[in-house]
């Protein structure tokens, strides 16, 4: 029987609950417990695919074409596992099982009711995800803050999950933020209290609590947070701010923090081995070669809108003794004439809509004429077979996304994707086999023939310009298995100019980079030298 951790968060969001999250399983996976996680978003979409990151942060994609809030990728990125769509719940998918059942008479003569028929559907998805996954803990992290009303549902749930699996299945991590006043540089606990008052309220009494603040707990908040909110003095975790988010597990067990899961759970205590993981953190930390890379995007505003492929950078430059700075280049201020100066690479991402899109092939154009590292990323592959059809072979042509009269449709809609009306869940998605091309840049980067990638798309190369593109000196050295699709372009005689179809940022981990960003990162270091 699988054991519960549930992680709440209080005061404020975006308090890195994520990543406690996260830094707890990794934990526990590294003392040899089999993990897994549930992320819980109150929102009413069914999924994450048809939201803006702009607001939200990036769509995460998963092996099995989930599209799925960003803190999956946190998981998958720490855990070092696999997860599905249904370890992401939300209000829609709940709400939809419900009325469908309703529908289908499975409560015939009933009223049907948030509690129980919307908790128990909440109970059943939690316990069916954990059993499936042979997982010993499965790690639960409840999206929002304690108050808001659209968590509530869930928050009755996990307390009724409480009461049935019995006090030594489940325990209860609460994180809050301590802020620090100016004026007096006291640390206050008095938000901390409220949001365990409230938790308190709804029948839920944390057994751990991680609290946020820019610097560590003194010893006397400590010991106040443990009176007012009935834990442990030891059992007040220190959350300060911390350089990289890879230290944050770090810092979690020094305070004991699987000690207090453990018991509260009666599992045996197991001693971590982190000395890898330290010597990683290190690496982050302290790459020698600094490296400015550019990133020309729509969404550059928000650093959350593109967070896995800024966390492949830190995996792959912690390899190569490198450290990179990003610049942040908004697509639509190259149109307006802004240059791409002083940057040893150039990164185009994935992204949809004409908006930009000019931006981005000039500096697609640049980066091939100036022999600067380019990756380039779905949206960003497209437009470097839209540049390279303009410029070399010297097509009218665009991706019928953009103009969909355009002379030359050098992309064009999949063929599966005629007729398709419903927007949410219908692309191309997840991992799909690609066969590589002996002897190309791509083949030495990945050292094998067939890889999985997880993809995200609509749109691809038309085949009926794969010739022409290829007869001007462009390589498509990865294919999908029907053989139809192109999915890895490369240029020969450049130092490193790449671009993948599908996103190799939703597979990097850390100590196991990416080797599209491996290859892109060692490139711009030695374009520096
Ligand atoms: N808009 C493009 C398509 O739908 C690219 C998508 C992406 O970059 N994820 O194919």
């Known amino acids: 029987m ?106 015939l003569g009933k009223t049907v009711q948030i509690v129980p028929h919307i908790t128990n559907e909440i109970k059943d998805w939690i316990r069916r995800v954990a059993k499936e996954s042979g997982a010993d803990i499965c790690v639960i992290e409840i999206g929002g803050t ?101 230290e944050v597990p770090l810092m979690l067990q020094e305070q004991g923090i699987t000690k207090h899961i453990l018991s509260k759970l009666s599992l045996p205590y197991r001693e971590a081995k982190l000395e890898e993981w330290k010597k990683f953190v290190e690496k982050v930390k302290n790459g020698r070669n600094r490296v400015r890379i550019a990133m020309v995007g729509k969404y550059t505003a928000l650093g959350d809108s593109y967070i896995s492929i800024l966390e492949a950078f830190r995996h792959a430059a912690a390899e190569v003794d490198a450290k990179v700075e990003v610049v942040w280049i908004e697509a639509e201020e190259i149109e307006e004439g802004k240059k791409i100066e002083d940057v040893d690479g150039i990164l185009v991402p994935g992204g949809f809509g004409e908006r930009g899109a000019e931006g981005k092939i000039r500096a697609i154009e640049f980066a091939r004429e100036n022999k600067i590292p380019f990756l380039g990323i ?74 999985y990638e997880r993809h995200r798309h609509r749109y691809e190369v038309n085949p009926e310009y794969i010739d022409e593109l290829e007869g001007k000196g462009l390589i498509f050295s990865g294919i999908a298995e029907d053989r139809i699709r192109m999915e890895i372009l490369e240029l020969p005689e450049h130092p490193y100019f790449i671009a993948s179809q599908f996103h190799p940022e939703f597979k990097s981990r850390p100590l196991k980079p990416a080797p599209l960003f491996y290859g892109f990162i060692k490139a711009s270091v030695e374009n520096k030298r």
């Open 146 to 246: 304690v108050g808001d009303i659209e968590s509530m549902p869930f928050l009755e749930a996990v307390r009724q999950l409480y009461l049935e699996e019995g006090s030594d299945n489940v325990v209860f991590v609460h994180t809050t933020l301590v802020p620090i006043l100016k004026v007096v540089g006291e640390q206050k606990t008095k938000p901390t209290q409220h949001s365990v008052k409230e938790l308190r309220a709804i029948g839920i009494s944390p057994d751990i609590i991680v609290a946020r603040s820019p610097v560590p707990l003194d010893k006397s908040t400590r010991e106040k947070i443990s009176l007012f909110c009935n834990v442990p003095s030891d059992a007040v975790i220190s959350s300060p701010d911390v350089e990289c988010i890879y």
């Open 378 to 451: 779905c949206f960003g592959f497209q437009l470097a077979v839209v540049e390279y059809g303009r410029n070399v072979l010297g097509l009218e042509c665009h991706s019928t996304e953009i103009k969909p009269n355009v002379k030359h449709p050098i992309i064009t809609i999949l063929p599966e994707q005629y007729g398709v009306e419903q927007l949410g869940g219908t692309m191309r998605l997840g991992s799909q086999p690609i066969t590589i091309k002996e002897g190309t840049l791509a083949h030495s980067l990945y050292g094998k023939k067939k890889i």
């Open 2 to 107: 699988p054991k519960y951790i549930v992680v709440t968060g209080g005061v404020l969001s975006g308090l890195g609950k994520g990543i406690v999250t996260s830094s707890i399983g990794f934990l526990l996976k590294n003392k040899g417990y089999k993990i897994t996680a549930i992320k819980i978003d109150p929102y009413l979409n069914c999924d994450a695919g048809t939201m803006n990151p702009f607001q939200h942060g990036e769509v995460f994609v998963l092996d099995d074409g989930g599209e799925v809030d960003l803190d999956l990728g946190n998981y998958e990125r720490f855990m070092d596992i696999n997860l599905g769509r249904d370890n992401n719940i939300t209000t829609g998918k709940v709400y939809r099982n419900v009325i469908e059942k309703e529908r289908r008479g499975d409560y």
